[in-house]
């Protein structure tokens, strides 16, 4: 599993501050202590690449793992749980929330998010 080091995420949403145009909803920022199961998608497709970034408080996923696409009654905390539509889906286990940094900028609102180190191993 490597070292077991910190997580940092960046969150990017663009505004326009300058016309006072704002259609981007505030992010759900995790709160601070709390635990959560954290996970990416990509999407595989050959005209995109896209990687998006998530965190839950879903109880089963935290105590149990995620479950994969082809059987969801094997859960895990770490690697692929399948693709579905060319959208791939990989755990990366479960966080305690540290906090988190925000900047501002003229078109974008940048939010870091700091996870502690990964809490659970899977058992297989």
């Excluded at 998608?41 to 965190?55: C, I, L, M, P, Q």
């Excluded at 925000?102 to 180190?117: A, D, E, H, Q, V």
Aim: glycine fraction near 8%; charge should be positive.
């Amino acid at each position: 599993m490597g070292k077991n080091k910190n997580l940092v995420k960046i969150i990017k949403i663009k505004r326009n501050f300058i016309d006072n145009f704002d259609c981007s909803p505030e992010p759900r920022l995790p709160k601070k202590g709390e635990l959560y199961f954290l996970y990416e998608t990509n999407d595989v497709s050959k005209r995109a690449g896209k990687e998006d970034f998530y965190y839950s408080d879903n109880p089963d996923w935290i105590e149990n793992g995620m479950g994969g696409n082809m059987n969801s009654t094997v859960q895990r905390f770490h690697g692929w749980r399948g693709t579905t539509n060319d959208i791939s889906t990989y755990a990366l286990g479960v966080r305690e929330f540290l906090g988190s940094e925000i900047t501002i900028r003229t078109k974008t609102i940048s939010y870091k998010l700091i996870f502690g180190p990964d809490l659970k191993i899977d058992k297989l």
